[in-house]
């Protein structure tokens, strides 16, 4: 028996090699750097390696290669797309991560010991959530290029193992924070074995694991479909968990109000661009011949997590719930775009993405500066009359709730048009009226918080805005940049997405 | 002997495990029963790769189990954490979100 050497193509595998390097070297500060100077160097080498990478990614965006590491990951258009985006947003929240008031000193700690207080007193910072932001953004790099399963899986869980720890580092409210960790990682593990009996299924239908040959066996329609039927079904429970589609989002509002506010922002943000990705490209590549066996089901999810987000929002007096309910609500409007099953619907998606990640981080950003002297303030009761003690940050946050209702000249009224025009396009009308009413619905409450920030008296308990530092004034001020200028001027990212947005089998 | 039964049998302890998940309350054997999910996952790729002839089934496995442990890894961290703050893993005490 042969022995055949892995041929790898180092340049299109850089930017996931670089972040895991970067994640390696802050594995190493932790365990050797003197714990004074551990905060400065981490953040550098994590902000260094994103960076590092981005550029990495830029040099080889022509490309195009289902080789780059033994048909195991696909390289084109879209991939560098989905790469971008979450470089970009992951860059952005390390700037909020950096502000470290958010968590806790000693993970370890039993909240209320004298473990806890010695490590508050002696100002010991959690620095370990750097490499673990760099572990989970090297699997988001992963997950959209993903062409078999066994890369599929890898990534999903690569990118979920640090979210879950993540999840629990927040510093006040820790009972909170560590049961958003607990349900988050039960729930987790529970739709990753959905999904692995997903992929074993796909893979007792066609034979193979790679998605070119599950396509091939479904063009040739010989294998068993009760296989193929149970392998989309369970794969699709764990991908649609990810981006927590209803009936699969009971793990989103709580996770999303306990974890450390900068890290929800991350994980919403960046989550749903590799997870989304991934659908977009295993629907596209691997199923798109097997339509009618998936689409109905979608559809029908599609319109119930819609609706379903956006009427439950209405309710929510804690506002990071609320951005929870809202994030499930877009996950509807984002499967209206993987039912497109078309090129406009791909260029759609990516776009919305986009512009929903950056406005998401930007939003997150402003949550983590309302506080009190116990922390942060997420009733929404008590954001009342926000907008005459701090004009500016209240207009930066009605500004990106205006550009999650879909409001003309913020980014997400172009994501949402053509998302909806991409799907009344490929016929599923039923899709497009939901999404306008659900959008409808979704304004009443984002406009509400509005109406609250401005137009009533502020309560006096405390609560007040902070100076923000420098890093977290630069990502509310270039997300919020990001979101009026691809609402003005869309153009030049519309024409980049739609040369580029391409899956190659 | 007829591979199939081996589906049979791996459905049953998917089932089992799935049930248990959502009927046990001891974060523990919820995790366990997890775990049971991913060797039923595990038990069909094996079977399918019989089945089919061809060895990718069983490589899927193998990578299966080593997730499968870095999973007990960052899940048994999570619980520790839970038991000592609360001296209790039981699913229903953490509860503070559902309000």
Redesign the interface.
């Known amino acids: 028996m042969n022995f055949t050497a892995p041929v790898l193509n180092y340049a299109l595998l850089a930017p996931m090699l670089i972040v895991l390097a970067g994640a390696l070297v802050g594995v190493l500060i932790e365990a050797f750097a003197p714990r004074a100077s551990r905060h400065n160097s981490q953040l550098f080498v994590t902000i260094a390696s994103l960076v590092i990478a981005l550029s990495a990614l830029l040099r080889v965006r022509k490309q195009v290669s289902v080789s780059a590491a033994m048909g195991s990951i696909t390289f084109d258009g879209a991939g560098v797309l989905f790469q971008a985006s979450i470089l970009v947003i992951a860059i952005l929240s390390v700037f909020l991560i950096a502000d470290q008031e958010n968590f806790t000193a000693l ?2 700690a ?2 209320g010991s004298d473990e806890e207080r010695h490590s508050l007193q002696t100002d010991m910072r959690v620095t370990e959530v750097y490499p673990l932001t760099l572990f989970a953004v090297a699997g988001m790099l992963l997950f959209p290029l993903s062409s078999d ?2 890369t599929l ?2 990534a999903l ?1 690569m990118l979920s ?1 640090p979210l ?2 993540m999840a ?1 580092l927040s510093r006040r409210r ?3 924070s ?6 988050y ?2 729930l987790g ?2 739709s ?3 999904f ?2 997903g ?3 796909l ?2 239908y066609s ?3 790679t998605f070119s040959g599950i396509q091939a066996s479904i063009v040739g329609g010989s294998g068993n479909d009760v296989f193929l039927l149970l392998g989309i079904a369970f794969i699709s429970v764990g991908l649609l968990f990810k981006v927590g589609a209803v009936p699969f989002h009971a793990w989103s ?2 996770v999303y ?2 974890a450390p506010t900068a890290i929800t922002g991350f994980m919403a943000a960046a989550t749903k661009v590799a997870a989304f990705g991934a659908i977009l490209r295993i629907f596209y590549v691997a199923f798109a011949n097997a339509e009618w066996q998936w689409k109905p089901a979608l559809i029908l999810i599609s319109i119930v997590t819609m609706v379903f987000g956006s009427v439950v929002a209405i309710s929510q007096r804690d506002v990071k719930r609320m951005l929870a309910y809202s994030s499930i609500a877009h996950a509807g409007f984002l499967l209206a775009g993987v039912i497109a099953l078309s090129k406009s619907g791909l260029e759609a998606s990516i776009f919305y993405l986009f512009a929903y990640g950056i406005a998401t981080v930007g939003a997150f950003g402003i949550v983590t500066l309302v506080r009190d002297s116990a922390g942060e303030v997420t009733d929404l009761n008590r954001w009342s009359g926000l907008g005459k003690r701090s004009p500016l940050i209240a207009s930066a946050f009605a500004f990106f709730l205006l550009a999650f209702a879909g409001i003309p000249l913020t980014s997400g009224f172009i994501g949402k048009f053509s998302i909806f025009s991409a799907a009344y396009e490929s016929g599923s009308t039923a899709v497009l009226i939901a999404g306008v009413l659900s959008s409808a619905i979704a304004a009443f409450f984002y406009i509400r918080v509005i109406v609250l920030m401005f137009f009533k008296d502020p309560v006096e308990d405390g609560t007040s805005v902070v100076i923000p530092s420098g890093l977290t004034t630069t990502t509310i001020a270039v997300t919020s940049v990001i979101t009026l200028v691809l609402g003005i001027y869309p153009a030049p990212l519309i024409n980049f997405i739609a040369s580029s947005a391409f899956f190659i089998r | 002997m007829n591979p199939y039964n081996y589906l049979y049998v791996a459905g049953l302890l998917f089932t089992i495990g799935a049930v248990g998940v959502v009927v046990r309350r001891n974060a523990i054997v919820v995790f366990m029963c997890v775990e049971l999910m991913l060797n039923a996952a595990n038990l069909t790729l094996v079977t399918f790769a019989r089945i089919n002839g061809t060895l990718d089934g069983q490589v899927v496995a193998f990578f299966t189990m080593v997730v499968a442990a870095c999973e007990v890894v960052v899940g048994l961290a999570i619980i520790v954490t839970i038991y000592r703050s609360r001296r209790s893993a039981s699913i229903d005490d953490a509860s503070l979100l559902k309000r």
């Open positions: 993970p370890a039993v909240p399963l066994i899986f890898v869980e193992l879950y720890l629990g820790r009972l909170l560590q049961e958003a960790a607990l349900k990682f039960l593990a529970f990753s074995a959905f692995l009996f992929v074993a299924y893979y007792g034979g193979s694991i509002p709580d109000q306990g």
